[in-house]
């Protein structure tokens, strides 16, 4: 049997990120308590030396399967409390299994949060996309925590030259803070910060008295693409130790074409 | 050399639509005198009958590249004066090419068409999604017109509950009507029917006194998406002969899935 | 409060299918008496007559939501043993909450299987895209099961004039199913004939013996795309009752355009 | 009329980029001497200052129209001969409309470009997506140039364990070039430099002695995913004075999941 991934490359030439992506697999989390099983989607990468032709890529997709199998077993329901956690777990297995410096290991899911409709104060379950990305170099663990959060803007400019009409549309922002991996940053913490940055938090359920309230909480609270990107960088600011980066993108209701504020510390 | 195409396959089965698909290339439209070059994505299948293993597919994508580059060449600039016909040009192509019972060409591109702002009156590009298919059978030869247009929905049962406030977003409406070929039908009269069944049409260039007609106009022509969907149906069916189908997504400014409203004629 | 949705409309047209679309939720099934949690997405529409201006549409919410909230519950453990039941539970609750002639519900998730890889007998976990819907007419009820399986073809013309070597490539497949909804149809059953129809199956862990033994199996079994669809629907004829549609896409690997062969019956 | 835009927001943040995203129009550029009309997709960003609520952003999109507008006159046949140019003439336009001290201008497109086919010599146009920055801070001007291309990889350890039978498939590079904004760069050599180092191109194109060819290419150039990184990393640094980032995916006819390999410089 050849190993050709030991052999020594024609170009030699060093390979920061080499490894696999959009693997789905099954995986369970430990989450204050209960038990969650979801569908998440793994990237995992390492680097390859300038010596080096290739990698093992069955050695991490069996690195990250040999963890979500034990995450299965009953008994290790203490295990992984979050996704960091199982990230780094794919990592701690993999460093016996290939050699490597560096190490990624990104994971995409969704998470599912209990909110209160603003009037009938009836349940409602809210759906976000969320990544977790563990970077691991020779001299340190980083983690970079991802959330991407659907709520509305309402436009003051037209508000202001229209006796309070104006127009409204869907917009979506993401929150990412990269950071030590031991910094305790929570996801849904994260979430909250965007959802209540914008005109107004959007609902999967809503009866006729929710919706006044949301539609009265829109106009009560104009809003530029802007103002969405300056209230959430300046609240994750000062919850969140790391670098931090929003994007905010508003789908406008009067225009083809999207509005967009990004910006980052 | 083998023509493994030709063989009998073990299995016998009438296959209805073999070909290529996602193809890009270069076309060329003479549009009411002026020409116009685009790059649209192509697809082009046959029928095999039972005893054939397989299609000869370099001889589809043949059919569309030479009749493609005699598009380009100038002195035939008569040639093809609409996606349809480009389309059959490719099929007649191909009926010496291939041997077949049915054959569908089908082309997805972008349309520009100029708008004047509401207000200022300044004019605006506005771009569509539009794809034309060309079906041929044994006794006969369709089409189907397809356009795509963005647009905005502004709740009426959220303005009647909120005097005069209400939600508004984005919203997209899909017009397809299927017809025999030699049924005259332009695409931008179906692009036509289709924005202006909106609470208003969108523009990609708008000053602020344009910006206000736009609310203006929203506010006091509130639809649901089913409004929408009815008025298409509703204008289409007395336009354009043949088989008609509707469907209009709102995204929602308030939730965080879509509505949708769908029916055909 | 009014209910502009009772409203007569000013143009009169019935609508076949208005709801909501892309609506992400968690559901719960006890599948072969094993409990699996996941976040499939919905549609739900019902028709609208000609003398209503619009739909309640936070019922059809409530449909889903209280269906899957029971569906969370321990006691219901026995409840929903599949995709279908699922979607069936919420138009028996939409008909208490909302009158209507045809409503449909469509539900997208994932599902993971249990392969063994063909050489060293390890498991391999394969995840799957499916869809299954459940439409009631007036007069009854059918369901619609879809998978879509990720397979490859190696093609069998390039090898037979090249000595044994050829194109390989992924190639996607899809098989649908419309039938009574009583008919018993596992969708482990639809994968398993689509993914034993391509050149070979794909595994998520492959080791370097099982790597070799799905490429010889790739050459020893080469296959058109015509040939894969022509296997799937020859199959699926046989085992399972009712009209069936089957589409594959094959990848180049030396086009950047993608080949297609769809049949149906 | 209010101009909301300039008052002072509650929330005092810089933004770095705030704009348009996603807004598609026709463009014309004068390439070598021929003119080509295209339907880009553009992004146009600038700065916020701490002190003002928001920016004009129909300023954004005038300058994008009136520049395009302008490159469609015939008189102007010689203003633009690259998309970076086109990109700087709108930056050049929204100075005098709109204060900033840094801006971006991003479009988006496809380049066709003729390739001889490897056996037959015939002709065959091959689409690329390409995309070009403009980056204007306050002390320089640089540009990124990126492009996508469709290739394929033969693996070489496959080959090695399986007496020179492998898998093979389609895999898709994107080589991105960030430099100073006078530093002549063509697009169409940094496609070929990325054409040329797959285990070979690929063709829309394709007669029965032309596939052979392309057949035997692959299996005499078996490469990893890694080999295809580090040979366009290798020839870019050669070529193209810059900041180099390369990144190739491998859609695995083996697996469900692909291979990754990114490096940069």
Redesign the interface.
């Known amino acids: 049997?050849?190993?050709?991934?030991e052999e020594v490359?024609e170009?030699?030439?060093?390979?920061?990120?080499?490894?696999?992506?959009?693997?789905?697999?099954?995986a369970r989390i430990n989450w204050k308590g209960k038990l969650?099983?979801?569908?998440p989607t793994f990237?995992i990468?390492i680097d390859?030396p300038e010596e080096k032709?290739?990698?093992h890529?069955?050695r991490l997709?069996?690195s990250i399967?040999e963890t979500?199998?034990e995450a299965v077993e009953e008994e290790v329901r203490e295990a992984h409390t979050s996704l960091e956690e199982l990230g780094l777990a794919v990592i701690k297995r993999l460093e016996k299994k290939h050699p490597h410096k560096r190490a990624e290991v990104w994971v995409k899911t969704?998470l599912?949060m209990e909110r209160e409709t603003p009037a009938s104060r009836k349940?409602?379950?809210?759906?976000y996309d969320v990544e977790v990305g563990v970077i691991k170099e020779p001299d340190k663990v980083e983690k970079v925590l991802k959330v991407t959060v659907?709520g509305?803007t309402a436009c003051?400019?037209?508000m202001?030259?229209?006796q309070?009409?104006?127009?409204?549309?869907?917009a979506v922002a993401t929150l990412e803070v990269r950071t030590d991996y031991n910094e305790e940053i929570a996801l849904e913490d994260m979430i909250e910060v965007v959802e209540s940055s914008f005109s107004?938090p959007?609902?999967?359920?809503?009866?006729?008295i929710d919706?006044?309230a949301?539609?009265?909480k829109?106009?009560s609270n104009p809003k530029?693409?802007?103002?969405v990107?300056?209230?959430i960088?300046?609240k994750a600011k000062q919850k969140f130790k790391g670098r931090i980066h929003v994007k905010v993108?508003s789908?406008?209701?009067?225009?083809?074409?999207?509005?967009?504020?990004?910006?980052?510390y």
Do not use: C
């Not at 309070?164 to 869907?170: A, E, F, L, P, S």
């Open positions: 049997m050849f190993e050709t991934q490359p170009i030699k030439e060093r390979l920061h990120r080499v490894g696999i992506t959009n693997l789905r697999t099954v969650y099983t979801f569908i990237e990468t390859v032709k290739g990698i890529m069955s997709v069996e399967t979500m199998s969704q599912i349940i409602s379950l809210e759906t659907i509305n003051p400019h037209a202001a030259n229209n309070g009409k104006t127009h409204i549309q869907r107004s959007t609902y999967t359920l809503l009866k006729t919706e006044n949301v539609v009265q829109m106009y530029f693409v802007e103002d990107a300056r209230e960088i300046f993108i789908y406008e209701s009067i225009h083809k074409h999207d509005v967009i504020a990004e910006t980052w």
